[in-house]
């Protein structure tokens, strides 16, 4: 649906511009925003590398699982419906601890394995478990200590004090949980 979205927003952009006769801007935007994204990417990449290798240097020594073992209690009471010691328990931490460290394209994969982990033990497969709306919405919501990727862009960008926004992005995402959550829980009341 999204592609959709994308596709008639461009068509639109595209047709707009012929009619108007800003063609040449148009051509020299597309130009622009592709050079523009290769060299973030070629900046970001690395700091996005060495992050996911950290974190599967963390997931190869157990270290991932001793972290989850001990938001294990803490999830158990978010997420009641999970059967003790099920993988989807550590899937879920070791989404939740990429996502504090800030690091949303390593969380992913471990948040894709964890949906998948959770429909297995879904009873309704064509709708979504209580489980696995609560994990949507707190990982959505994206509760982060050390913003990396935002650091990184901020330095790529040549910020003076690219780490000024550390207490400003810990306050929003803890507020942005912390309301998830609470309606999360409001609605699965009803």
Same mark, same amino acid.
């Given at each position: ?51 996911? %290798? +950290? =974190?599967? /240097? ?5 270290? *991932? ?5 001990? #938001?294990? &209690? ?25 996502n504090i460290f ?33 994990f949507l919405v707190?990982?959505?919501? %994206? +509760? =982060?200590? /050390? ?5 990184? *862009? ?5 910020? #003076?004090? &690219? ?28």
């Open positions: 649906m999204v592609n959709i979205v994308w596709l008639v927003l461009i068509v639109v952009g595209i047709v707009y511009g012929f009619f108007t006769n800003n063609l040449e801007t148009i051509n020299s935007t597309i130009m622009d925003s592709t050079k523009i994204s290769l060299d973030m990417l070629f900046k970001i990449f690395p700091v996005i590398a060495l992050w996911m %290798g +950290l =974190t599967k /240097i963390a997931e190869k020594s157990h270290l *991932l699982e001793k972290l989850s073992s001990k #938001l294990s &209690p803490m999830l158990k009471k978010i997420f009641p419906e999970i059967p003790e010691g099920h993988e989807s328990l550590s899937l879920i931490a070791s989404n939740m601890i990429a800030g690091l949303g394209s390593a969380a992913t994969p471990f948040g894709l394995k964890a949906m998948t982990s959770l429909q297995k033990i879904n009873r309704k497969k064509d709708t979504a478990s209580r489980s696995m709306i609560t707190i990982n959505t919501s %994206g +509760l =982060t200590i /050390i913003p990396t990727t935002i650091i990184s *862009l901020r330095m790529m960008y040549g910020s #003076l004090e &690219p780490t000024k926004i550390v207490f400003a992005c810990i306050l929003s995402t803890f507020f942005a949980t912390l309301g998830g959550f609470i309606i999360d829980r409001i609605l699965a009341r009803r």
